[in-house]
């Protein structure tokens, strides 16, 4: 089949190398537009240009909404449009153009975790299992009918960019066995089920914020799923924030009450609703991530330093 692939992160070049691997060819590839990246704040493309731009590969960056674009799809002559968190919302006529529909890869078993941030939200939800599906785009938010899906297991110590790295590997060949199945006619969409559904909006800076209120699992999870966006974090008396990387539950400590910080030579423990978490790695505003000991030690701390209070 002729394709159009549509992508925009880190994430959906594992699909897209697939795909150039396969026996469908892609024509074109749609991405999101250079987005200012970094201290400097300079245009920088998106991972997938990059990739189909190594490779030859026409590269779009029209929004589909613009005046011009369903003519521009037309003349592709695509006979199908893989889609990898694209970051767009496609409307019914460009919706309309590929014969077989456009093919979209979600990392979550759907309907579980329908939006923008379904790794991330299955990690702090303590899912154990997630997975990758592909289904036909509709106008819906990740409604449209299933076509195959893949299981991973959530492993104890994970962060959401460690889940997402393997689910971009194996819904990649997820989505090239999707397409070859369609191609070959022995594939059928199936409706999603009415139960089961979980949204997973985008995770906003407060909610990547710690509450040392909750218990010590909790936090975990929370600072797991946050890793490495937005990125966890607490606030310190003076009121600026400090970044935390994963952290350790200790539940041989529990005489710490939340956000209480006890350093040691080598560990910095706090205290959560139930029992204390180790802290690991730890970034104060403008500096690098380091170790927790590291930062405590020139840190200059008081005595009593209790986290997620300021002012």
Request: hydrophobic fraction near 45%; charged fraction near 25%.
């Amino acid at each position: 089949m002729r394709l159009l692939f549509a992508g925009t992160p880190e994430a959906a070049v594992p699909s897209l190398d697939a795909l150039i691997g396969s026996r469908h060819e892609v024509v074109a590839v749609l991405t999101r537009a250079d987005a200012p990246a970094g201290r400097g704040r300079r245009l920088t493309p998106s991972p997938v240009r990059v990739r189909a731009e190594e490779a030859g590969i026409e590269v779009i960056t029209d929004r589909p909404r613009g005046a011009g674009f369903v003519e521009r799809l037309r003349a592709l002559e695509v006979d199908c449009a893989p889609v990898v968190a694209y970051g767009e919302i496609l409307r019914r006529e460009v919706l309309d153009v590929p014969a077989r529909g456009w093919v979209n890869l979600h990392f979550s078993i759907l309907p579980a975790w329908r939006g923008a941030a379904p790794v991330q939200r299955a990690i702090i939800a303590g899912d154990e299992v997630t997975g990758a599906s592909t289904f036909l785009l509709d106008e819906g938010l990740d409604t449209g009918p299933v076509l195959g899906t893949t299981t991973e297991t959530v492993q104890r110590d994970d962060t959401a960019g460690d889940l997402l790295g393997r689910l971009a590997v194996s819904g990649a060949g997820l989505l090239v066995a999707t397409l070859d199945a369609l191609e070959d006619g022995v594939m059928s969409p199936t409706p999603q089920p009415p139960d089961g559904v979980s949204l997973a909006a985008k995770l906003t800076a407060a909610d990547a914020e710690v509450r040392w209120g909750d218990p010590a699992f909790a936090v975990d999870r929370t600072v797991r799923g946050c890793t490495p966006a937005p990125g966890a974090w607490t606030s310190l008396p003076d009121g600026s924030r400090l970044g935390l990387g994963p952290v350790a539950p200790r539940g041989d400590v529990t005489d710490l009450r939340p956000g209480e910080v006890r350093v040691g030579k080598k560990e910095v423990l706090v205290g959560t609703g139930t029992h204390a978490v180790e802290l690991g790695q730890v970034a104060p505003v403008g500096k690098k991530h380091m170790a927790a000991a590291d930062w405590a030690r020139g840190a200059r701390l008081p005595e009593e330093l209790v986290l997620g209070v300021s002012g």
